[in-house]
T-cell receptor, first 113, second 111 residues
């Protein structure tokens, strides 16, 4: 079956702009989690959605937001981009809540200039 | 949030050598997972350990969960260039609310 699909794979933005990233989970998976990966910080948890509801949130400012649709697809949005937002944003899906095996997408590489 | 520390951060070895990667915390985890991430890819699950003291083997990889469920190790025997990648440990918090990842160990196996 198809894996987790993230779009776009690469994007370049400038400071102050906003960006929306998309994630399509594995068919049948209802939980979607988002992580930010940077060389110095590793994988930092952003948030988790399950059945269209945000179930858990990491320690990120309010500029980072997300949502999940009825078909389990998820989007995350970052507003007023800062240089430090440059990172690989990874989406992971799982059958149940944010535990058990996570299936990751290839990520969206965001560069903020 | 419970924290996980991995060591070493970087490891460069020759093909055929053995190595061990450590994942430590002061907190207890319900379970611990190990992932491997290759360039341009997302992490892929290697194993999940659940019981304190548990040892799991996956070909040349041996995973151990500490008796107190606070730490874990990954041992690779006779490393091969194909083992090159970023190895991440991830602990399931006892509250069951999230997975916490370590910063990873970047392994390079030179032919």
């Amino acid at each position: 079956k198809a894996g987790v699909t993230q779009t776009p794979r690469y994007l370049i933005k400038t400071r102050g702009q906003q960006v929306t990233l998309s994630c399509s989970p594995i068919s049948g998976h209802r939980s979607v989690s988002w992580y930010q990966q940077t060389p110095g910080q590793g994988l930092q948890f952003l948030f988790e959605y399950f059945s269209e509801t945000q179930r858990n949130k990491g320690n990120f400012p309010g500029r980072f937001s997300g949502r999940q649709f009825s078909n389990s697809r998820s989007e995350m949005n970052v507003s007023t981009l800062e240089l430090g937002d440059s990172a690989l944003y990874l989406c992971a899906s799982s059958l149940a809540r944010n535990t058990g095996e996570l299936f990751f997408g290839e990520g969206s590489r965001l560069t903020v200039l | 949030t419970q924290l996980l520390e991995q060591s070493p951060q970087f490891l460069s070895i020759q093909e055929g050598e053995n190595l061990t990667v450590y994942c430590n915390s002061s907190s207890v985890f319900s379970s611990l997972q190990w992932y491997r991430q290759e360039p341009g890819e997302g992490p892929v699950l290697l194993v999940t350990v659940v019981t304190g003291g548990e040892v799991k083997k996956l070909k040349r990889l041996t995973f151990q969960f500490g008796d107190a469920r606070k730490d874990s190790s990954l041992h690779i025997t006779a490393a091969q260039p194909g083992d090159t990648g970023l190895y991440l440990c991830a602990g399931e918090e006892t509250s069951g609310s999230r997975l916490t990842f370590g910063e990873g160990t970047q392994l390079t196996v030179n032919p």
